[in-house]
């Protein structure tokens, strides 16, 4: 649970990482000014509830964690809150904590470029809606997600297949033939970023997570795109985004409410 300084040459990129988190969510969106809280009842994981931005004044605080928790026991779904470069007021944490939250992982956020990368396109392959049964099993074995998590995914994905101009592609990576991994992409305005990596669990140690990072960069390199944004955890992806040369710009440490998981 790290409380970084960063310098204020990163604030731009703070902001592009802090978007990109409260960026196209599904469900319901409860949006206002230094505020968001996401809700997906239909998806009973705090993943997919919960608050992503907070930004309050000291007498605020107090009602708005008694409605937040009211809202998500109401509906039966764990839930979650970040705690960002952002939020405020800067005690949140041990506000979080003094309610009923419990510290649960820091989610580094990270800034890559696709020009410093080599042209590895091997073993990974974008998948359409003929494919995307390899991209849901890979990710489901990945995180270990619940069938309703998954099929909110398959309904996410049915929507982006649908869209006139594509925003998000996904992609697969393959262990002897099979559907090892799972990763997406989006693209913004001017940057593009890296989503939903997982491998399942029996192709780990093979380098198919790697091999996505790669096939990632060099699709947006062939596209003109440069500078790649990227939330990963600090205990297991972002070492090895950032020994692949992904630079840590920021911190978001999660926490969840009482006996809430995954």
């Not at 968001?36 to 997919?48: G, I, L, Q």
């Not at 979650?80 to 904590?97: C, F, H, I, N, Y």
């Not at 069938?147 to 006139?164: D, M, Y």
Request: neutral net charge; glycine residues 8%.
């Amino acid at each position: 649970m790290s409380e970084p300084v960063p310098a204020p040459s990163h604030d731009r990129l703070i902001e592009r990482l802090e978007f990109v988190r409260c960026h196209a969510l599904l469900g319901d969106v409860e949006r206002s000014p230094g505020w968001v809280r996401m809700t997906m009842a239909k998806a009973p994981t705090h993943f997919r509830n919960g608050v992503l931005h907070a930004v309050l004044e000291d007498d605020q605080v107090d009602d708005r964690l008694c409605a937040t928790i009211a809202h998500y026991t109401a509906l039966g779904v764990p839930f979650r809150w970040d705690v960002g470069p952002s939020t405020r007021p800067r005690d949140m944490a041990e506000r979080l904590k003094a309610v009923g939250f419990r510290y649960f992982e820091t989610v580094e956020g990270l800034v890559g470029h696709a020009s410093r990368f080599d042209g590895a396109r091997h073993d990974v392959i974008e998948v359409g809606p003929e494919r995307i049964d390899d991209y849901l099993r890979a990710m489901q074995r990945g995180w270990n997600m619940p069938p309703a998590g998954t099929a909110r995914f398959r309904e996410e994905c049915e929507l982006e297949f649908a869209r006139p101009q594509r925003m998000t592609h996904y992609f697969v990576a393959r262990v002897d033939g099979e559907p090892a991994g799972a990763s997406a992409l989006a693209m913004h305005d001017g940057f593009a970023h890296f989503s939903g990596a997982s491998v399942d669990p029996k192709f780990r140690g093979r380098g198919a997570y790697r091999r996505m990072i790669e096939y990632r960069m060099a699709f947006l390199r062939e596209r003109g795109m440069d500078e790649v944004t990227n939330h990963c955890v600090a205990a297991t992806s972002a070492p090895i985004c950032k020994r692949l040369g992904f630079e840590r710009i920021c911190d978001f440490d999660v926490y969840v409410y009482g006996n809430a998981v995954a």
